[in-house]
């Protein structure tokens, strides 16, 4: 999946999306983006910024959502290019595809939408890169039908995203052998911080298990993906969406070593089978 001529998914070199959960506010955004994208280029990461114009998704209606859809993109703009960095970003609704794909480089598709057939045309149609999360109802094999939709439009730029299967209330678990199906169909990414969420698990707001988002990261990189998906904060207590498992900013360092590190390991080791 091309991205810029500089950044393509499903080569030689891991790509990482990583940024805050949402746009909270310019200075938010540029000190998470600054700080990763020095660390990514350290250990041998291509880096897409990432951060949501709108969590339309939220538990409960109480919850932060946005600072409006236009001065979330201007921040995001503004990030892109003092960074000079590619941009990543959800879209919930058909009519947002052109006017997002105008700012950003990837259009993220919501889980809870990946079979909304609209909405995967209209990204598709931008010509712009489109990254589907595989929702937490759907079987791995069957996100083969949410890459032919983008590609019926003539746009083969899709990936696939990993982020864990609903087992039960207020949990979610990954089931590894999902990776290297859904390879079969386009380069796949790894979402590490929605993999160790717990929806609707606070009473109104998702918590979520970070303290095992190293051991769900080494096991994902072992299976030889593409890429990986990271949301952090400087204080994920603070964070205005998703702070329980947000990767504390600090710990992102010794996170993304070990997680090239994992990833380099399981390259090697990719083509081997016991068929």
């Known amino acids: 999946m091309k991205i810029t001529d500089k950044v393509i998914l499903g080569q030689d070199k891991p790509v990482l999306f990583a940024g805050p959960c949402a746009v909270e ?13 020095a660390l990514a280029e350290k250990f041998g990461f291509s880096y897409v910024f990432k951060a949501s114009f709108d969590k339309a998704n939220r538990t409960s209606s109480g919850s932060f959502r946005s600072i409006g859809m236009d001065k979330s993109l201007e921040v995001l703009q503004r990030v892109g290019k003092e960074l000079q960095v590619p941009l990543v970003t959800d879209i919930h609704e058909s009519y947002q595809a052109a006017e997002v794909a105008e700012v950003v480089d990837v259009l993220q598709i919501p889980a809870f939408l990946c079979r909304q057939t609209d909405l995967l045309l209209a990204a598709g149609e931008t010509g712009k890169a489109v990254k589907i999360k595989r929702g937490q109802f759907m079987a791995p094999e069957d996100m083969q039908y949410a890459v032919t939709k983008v590609r019926s439009t003539g746009n083969d730029n899709v990936c696939l995203t990993e982020r864990g299967f609903s087992l039960g209330y207020h949990n979610l678990v990954v089931d590894m052998r999902g990776l290297p199906i859904m390879r079969q169909f386009a380069p796949v990414v790894f979402d590490i911080t929605h993999s160790v969420q717990q929806p609707g698990g606070q009473g109104g707001t998702s918590g979520g298990q970070r303290e095992f988002a190293p051991f769900l990261a080494r096991a994902a990189a072992a299976t030889g993906i593409d890429g990986f998906f990271i949301e952090t904060h400087p204080e994920p207590a603070k964070a205005l969406s998703d702070g329980p498992n947000l990767i504390p900013l600090d710990r992102m360092e010794g996170f993304l070593e070990m997680l090239f590190e994992a990833w380099e390991l399981g390259r090697k080791y990719q083509d081997f089978n016991v068929r």
């Open 25 to 37: 506010s310019y200075d938010i955004c540029i000190e998470i983006g600054s700080t990763v994208k």
